[in-house]
């Protein structure tokens, strides 16, 4: 039985005023009697005199008692609910946002739920199905309705909570797009810590969790600039009280940056501080809260960030002079156009040469149009201005186009990709798409005085770093695409060691979503990579709890054991029995004054 | 004899013994279990011989002696003189002590109702049989008394007595029984009539009795809603004679309680007279008075 409000059942505190008023109230009655002393000589009978005695002996106190009882629990609103699937289908619809893993509900909020969702599968009646929908970043289906328990007790066991946030609202709306019979209804175990839950008919909703303390690293990054190297930290606090946190930041085990941050309810400070080594740098919060998985980051400063070039051209003494400045792994050059010998490089750039349709792979393309890319060069164009630039592509961080000027450009005509540098006509277009991902600078370096800017070797360097740079940095429950570079198969192994066989697919290696945060690494024919995954979103850490509105609630008595599908309202029935015993008291009471 | 007082202007309005009654008591004489000597010749025998009819002894003729008791039988055979000795039959003096505080009150008939039918029943037979006939009437605020009667023509007095005691005040049976004691020289026969609810206690007053030697009958009266108490709930009980009360919740168990309480009381009682040879009834106000005259106090030696 379950109370809607509880408060409602201080009310029984009435019960002892009633006993005290009972006892103050004078109500006896005299009557003469020739003498006392039979009465003063009955020693049981002058103990009947005793108040307890008096308590004990009065039916209509003791109905008073009970339709007091009655009426403050019909105030509760008690119901009861019943363990169970109900008579139709069941969806269950599971959260595998990073909250789940918050440790205020024994063992996990995710291990709860998942505990939860099996027993309502034992409970099954024959002939009743029920399916799987996870709010993972992306909802998903993962077992439809079926009868068959075990297949759905194997996919429960399989499920993890993602480091991001899952989208529940989705997977629900998913769930209620699924058609149900009659009777069938949808259980969904969730925190609802991020935002409203739709209110969707036959929709029952287990919140789980109780607390919302958390101070989580939302951001961690190492990054290059023209000055140096810098790492910034972002902590945030998702609780509702004021905590002070130590952070460190340690590289190869020894500390980079230690602070301690000072963090009024839900706020987030952000430290950056220089680093001067390369490698794998971690962070961590020295901070107990129920959610430790995001304590910790690692992030990674490569020492050799760009790939290696192949050049294939006629030759260009500005852009060789760069490539030997910039921190490439390797670097060639050829005049030979022949695309077998292009897989061993992670950028091949051609300048100013025909090779017909370029294999899958990553280009720095010089007034050059592959025919095989949706672009087109339509004959040549004098002077043309570059009038603006996506100043936030990582392409063109920290490059200035400003008093570059061009003397001859192709024409292009682009039919996909993104134009980065536009003017009157496209004078930097990037492209990724069927295993190719390239970069066209419709101009030969000698016909305009580029080389001449500081944007030049910025503008390279970035170039080669987004066409096959070093540690990729992606987001727990994002794909991520890879250009196989003439490999058919790469490994990738999490952080945990597991690895898993990925084949190339049109050119591009398709990488399943990031589960968990942290270093993933890429091997394949072009060599290693290392793949940063950070949590999916900063609202991941959010762990509070949501309302409990169209939540169903768990049975007191039984442990908190789970989601119970059907409830009945007992409060008429109290008050009904209230009212009863009230008459029943007054009928009484009423003879009783009749009798005397 | 009803019909008299009836007819009589100066009998009470409600009589408290009805005609039929009244002759069935004129075949009764009081018991007395000891030779009492009496003030005047009466219908009972004494301890002294002389002028009765009854004849007891003979003895040799002294001087001064009445010739007519001479036995010229005796004298024919023996020639000697003899005179006939006859045993003396004498008055009693039977005396009351009536308790009419307020506890007698109570009943259907009320106890003092019946008290003083009982009263009136033995008086009565004790009038008619020439006995004296007195009556204290016994409260604690010293209530009347009747001085000792003499023949049949007293019985109106009695009975305009009797009738005119109310119940009042608290019982002091020991302040009665020294009063009673106080104006009675002789010993008789002593009838109490009483509840014996004397928050004092009854022992001290029937012993003062057993200390003048008078042959005490304690009639026990009792209402019957004092024997079994038709009472339920919350109660504050106010005793009627001193308004001292007592609040009690009276269910089956309290009942029983005092039932209990009662049984003991009563075996008391029954126990202390037996132990100080007093006669002992105990009546209850649903006992007709017929009943109570002419069975239980012929059975208990009171009248005969």
Known sequence: VTFAVPAALWGLLAIPCLILLYLLRVRRRDHPVSTILLWQRSAPTLAASRPSRRIERSVLLLLQILATVALVTALARPSIVERGAGGGDVLLVLDLSLSMRARDVAPTRFDRARDEAMEIVAHLRPGQRAGLITAGPRPLVRVTPTEDRDRLVAALRELQPWDASGDVAGAVRLAAAHPLGPGGRIVAWTDGARGPLPALPRVAYRILGSSDDNVGITAFRALRDPRGAEALVRVENFGTRSRRVPLEVTHDGATTYRAVLDLPPGASRTVVFPITAAGRFTARLAVHDILPDDDSATAILDPAPLPSVLVVGPGDPYLENVLRALPVVRAAATRAVD???????????????????????????????????????????????????????????????????????????????????????????????????????????????????????????????????????????????????GGTRARVIDPEGHSQLVPATAGMFLLPPFQRAGVYRLTSASGERQIVARIGDPRAGMVRPGPADRAVPSAPGTGDAGPLVTRASLWPWFLLAALGIIMGEWVLATRREGDR | MAGRADSDPAAPTTPLLDPEFLQKLETLGLVSRKRIRGEQRGDRRSVSRGRGVEFSDHRAYQLGDDYRYIDWNVVSRLDRLFVKMFSEEEDLDVSFVLDTSRSMAAGSPSKLMLAKRLAAAIGYIGLVNLDRVGVTACSADAGPRLDRLRGRARVFDLLRFLDGLEPAGETDLLLAMRRHFAGVRRRGLLIVLSDLFDPRGYERALLLARYHRVQTFLIHILADEELTPA?????????????????????????????????????GVERFCLRHGIDYLRTSTSVPVEALVLRWLRQGGLVG
Do not use: C, K
């Not at chain 1, 695309?339 to 050059?368: A, F, H, K, N």
């Not at chain 1, 570059?386 to 003397?407: C, E, K, M, N, Y």
């Not at chain 2, 106010?238 to 009662?262: F, K, S």
């Open chain 2, 231 to 267: 009472v339920a709930g919350d109660l504050r009980l106010v005793d009627v004679e001193t308004g001292r009360a007592v609040e009690v919740t009276v269910d089956a168990e309290a009942l029983r309680a005092y039932a209990q309480a009662r049984d003991a009381y009563l075996s």
């Open chain 1, 339 to 485: 695309p077998t010998t292009w897989r061993s490089y992670g950028v091949v750039i051609l300048d100013r040469v025909d090779p017909g349709p370029i294999p899958p792979g990553d280009y720095l393309l010089i007034r050059t149009v592959p025919p095989n890319l949706p672009v087109a060069a339509a004959g040549d164009v004098r002077t043309p201005d570059i009038a603006s630039w996506d100043r936030t592509d990582p392409v063109l961080q920290f490059v200035d186009l400003r008093g570059v000027r061009i003397l001859r450009a192709l024409q292009l005509v682009p039919e996909g990709g993104r134009v980065l540098v536009g003017g009157t006509v496209p004078l930097l277009w990037a492209y990724e798409g069927e295993g190719v991902r390239a970069l066209l600078l419709p101009f030969a370096l000698q016909d305009s005085d580029l080389p001449m800017h500081v944007a030049f070797p910025l503008l390279v360097a970035n170039g080669l770093g987004w066409l096959g740079g070093g540690a990729l940095d992606v987001r727990a429950g994002e794909t991520l695409q890879i250009p196989a570079g």
